[in-house]
């Protein structure tokens, strides 16, 4: 619902204006979101489906970067779309996005968890790209980028220090073996949009554009890479393929 108003904001800017009527349906959508949120902050109930991180399974209800950052953007969006927005939500939701780590020198996974999550500042992408906003400070954002680490010339989107996660944090344990899917595995997308947002203020990162593309022609477009040392590909077609 988020990302399809963040969406629906992008095509306005571009000249699809909301027609009659509709603007009522994200009106609606709008308040749905505002449930999941109590000072500024958008709170995930515990279990797996709660994120873009489907398969992993959060102990109990906590506020997620992915889904915080998501919030913030969205809010941008709704502002786009003249929809009734309080006047305080947006300061609040940017609060949020600064202050829900359990690191108040990096982005982590929640508010409850530390672990490395590349996603976390997805949010900030979306609110520099298409809003032309900056929510995170610089401080912030190169303690973040300083803290991923790298298997495999690639930062792992879930990481616990210098290990990854057990096999416990998920729903499907089978697709999750270290280095695979969501426990490690490299996501393009996700690493592509923390790099920009870093080179943006003119952090030097160790993942350059040009090269993550090229991995993502090389791959022919694979989900995700295996970060795992020794594993028997470095990339995973066959989900791609089967979807």
């Known amino acids: 619902t988020m990302l399809a108003m963040i969406w629906r904001a992008k095509l306005q800017n571009m000249g699809w204006l909301v027609r009659p009527g509709e603007r009522a349906q994200w009106q609606d959508r709008l308040g749905w979101i505002e449930g999941h949120v109590e000072d500024g902050k958008y709170h995930s109930p515990p279990g797996a489906m709660r994120s873009w991180l489907d398969?992993?399974?959060f102990k109990s209800k906590s506020v997620n970067g992915y889904n915080q950052g998501i919030y913030t953007a969205t809010l941008m969006g709704a502002e786009q779309?003249?929809?009734?927005?309080?006047?305080?939500?947006?300061?609040?939701a940017e609060t949020g996005y600064r202050s829900y780590s359990t690191d108040p020198k990096r982005l982590t996974l929640s508010s409850e968890l530390p672990y490395q999550d590349v996603s976390a500042l997805?949010?900030?992408?979306?609110a520099n790209h298409l809003f032309k906003q900056t929510v995170l400070p610089d401080?912030?954002?190169q303690g973040t980028i300083d803290s991923f680490k790298i298997r495999r010339e690639n930062w792992?989107?879930?990481?616990n220090g210098e290990d990854y996660l057990s096999a416990d944090h998920f729903h499907n344990e089978k697709d999750n073996s270290p280095g695979y899917y969501h426990n490690g595995g490299a996501w393009l997308a996700f690493s592509a949009a923390a790099t920009r947002v870093a080179e943006r203020r003119g952090?030097?990162?160790?993942?350059?554009?040009?090269?993550?593309?090229?991995i993502a022609l090389d791959t022919q477009n694979a989900e995700y890479l295996i970060t795992l040392r020794?594993?028997?590909?470095?990339?995973?077609?066959?989900?791609?393929?089967?979807?």
């Open 55 to 57: 398969t992993f399974d």
């Open 81 to 92: 779309l003249v929809l009734k927005v309080d006047p305080k939500a947006r300061t609040q």
């Open 122 to 126: 997805f949010g900030e992408f979306l």
């Open 139 to 141: 401080q912030l954002v």
């Open 156 to 159: 792992p989107v879930l990481f």
């Open 203 to 214: 952090i030097t990162v160790p993942v350059s554009p040009r090269k993550l593309a090229q």
């Open 230 to 243: 020794g594993a028997p590909r470095p990339f995973d077609v066959a989900r791609r393929e089967n979807t």
